[in-house]
């Protein structure tokens, strides 16, 4: 009993010990869980890949904080079984800031575990085409949605932390793909990826 007291008195000695802020640096896996529709039928598929993230937090108390999370990805995109055959779409870039109210679990603890809640902006821009395609140009709306979070970080005994952290964005664009003599050609695509995290953090 003793022990277990004096455990909880020294991590929470150690979280008070830290400000505010807190930033963590990741790897992140962007996994599409897509579905589409189109015009010409079939249905758009877009790459998995994987890119670094950071993330800035600010905490209200130990166990509430607001996560503004950022990242620059590339996909890949192509229309696969459609009334013209499968079409490599080319490059997209996105920009998805996603900004999360997270609840930590154990503040001062070893192992501690927080769940997020939140939303998501994604700025699509400078579109590429693949060479010698049929394609004019290609063009993506912005998107706003959600998205879920959950991960834990791990102390190390020193100022620096490790982190894995899961999340779900709900992501949808409205494409348009100018194809010329062919015409143009409309898809409504619903991104929705997992992004799965490891990293490292330091709060200030």
Not at 26 to 34: F, G
Not at 40 to 48: A, E, L, M, Y
Not at 62 to 80: D, R
Not at 188 to 200: A, I, K, N, R
Request: charged fraction near 15%; hydrophobic fraction near 45%.
């Amino acid at each position: 009993m003793v022990l277990a007291t004096t455990t909880l008195c020294s991590g929470a000695a150690i979280a008070e010990d830290y400000g505010p802020w807190q930033v963590r640096f990741r790897a992140i896996i962007v996994q599409p869980d897509e579905s589409s529709s189109t015009s010409i039928g079939g249905f758009t598929d877009h790459s998995t890949q994987i890119v670094p993230e950071m993330d800035i937090s600010y905490f209200f108390n130990e166990n509430i904080s607001l996560e503004l999370i950022l990242a620059v990805i590339k996909h890949q995109g192509k229309t696969n079984n459609t009334a013209i055959g499968d079409l490599a779409v080319g490059g997209v870039w996105l920009l998805p800031p996603t900004l999360t109210l997270q609840y930590h679990v154990a503040p001062g603890a070893m192992f501690n575990p927080y769940f997020g809640a939140g939303v998501n902006y994604t700025i699509f821009f400078s579109e590429s085409l693949p060479a010698g395609s049929p394609l004019v140009s290609v063009d993506h709306s912005d998107s706003f949605g959600f998205a879920l979070q959950s991960g834990v970080d791990i102390q190390t005994g020193s100022d620096w932390f490790l982190n894995l952290d899961v999340k779900k964005v709900w992501i949808q664009t409205d494409a348009t793909l100018d194809a010329g003599a062919l015409g143009i050609v409309t898809a409504d695509v619903s991104l929705d990826p997992w992004v799965f995290g490891v990293g490292v953090g330091r709060r200030f």
